[in-house]
C-alpha cells in the first residue's frame, strides 16, 4: 500500500527550522485532505511502509509567507490591566464572522502594542525527515469527516 488520498498515513517525524528542532513525534493523517502542510503531503506521495524522506517544504507550500498586513499596531489600553504583557504571548481574537484568529506580541511600548497574526512558521523553509510507519484505509466517516479518528478519541 502506498501514500495516496483517502489513506491513513501514520509517520515519525522531526521538524528542524533554522537548525533548530521545533517538533517530533508521531502522527496520524489524512493524506489528501490538507491535514498536513501541503509540501510534506506532495514529498510523502506514493511513498511505502517502512519508507524515510528528508525533504526541505518552502514556505509557499509550508505555512506561508510573511504576510505584513498581519502585523498590527493596537493601543496598549486595548489589551485588559490585569496581567502583564511580554513579548511571544499569544492572544485569541476574534473577527467579524466569529472565528478566533491566534496573534502574538512582537513588540510593547508604553502606547502601543505590535502584534502579529501570521503563523510563528510563516516565512520558514521546513527541513522534515519522516519515517512512514503504516498506512491504512481510512474508513467512511474519516472519509466523511476529513479526518482520522483513532487515538483520540472523536471530535469533529
Ligand atoms: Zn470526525
Redesign the pocket.
Known amino acids: 500500500m502506498t501514500a495516496k488520498d483517502g489513506k491513513a498515513v501514520k509517520i515519525n517525524y522531526k521538524l528542524q527550522v533554522d537548525g533548530n528542532d521545533v517538533d517530533a513525534g508521531e502522527l496520524e493523517y489524512l493524506h489528501g485532505y490538507n491535514n498536513i502542510v501541503a509540501g510534506l503531503e506532495e514529498a510523502l506521495e506514493g511513498k511505502k511502509t517502512n519508507e524515510q524522506i528528508s525533504v526541505a517544504v518552502a514556505p509557499e507550500k509550508g505555512y506561508g509567507l510573511v504576510n505584513e498586513e498581519g502585523i498590527q499596531t493596537v493601543p496598549r489600553d486595548s489589551f485588559p490591566d490585569d496581567g502583564p504583557l511580554n513579548i511571544g504571548d499569544q492572544f485569541m481574537a476574534e473577527n467579524q464572522n466569529g472565528q478566533q484568529m491566534p496573534f502574538t506580541i512582537t513588540k510593547i511600548t508604553d502606547e502601543e502594542v505590535t502584534v502579529d497574526f501570521n503563523h510563528a512558521l510563516a516565512g520558514k523553509t521546513l527541513n522534515f525527515e519522516v519515517e512512514i510507519l503504516a498506512i491504512r484505509d481510512a474508513d467512511e ?2 472519509l466523511e ?1 476529513g ?1 482520522i ?1 483513532s487515538g483520540h478519541g ?3
Open positions: 466517516t474519516e469527516h479526518h479518528h472523536h471530535h469533529h
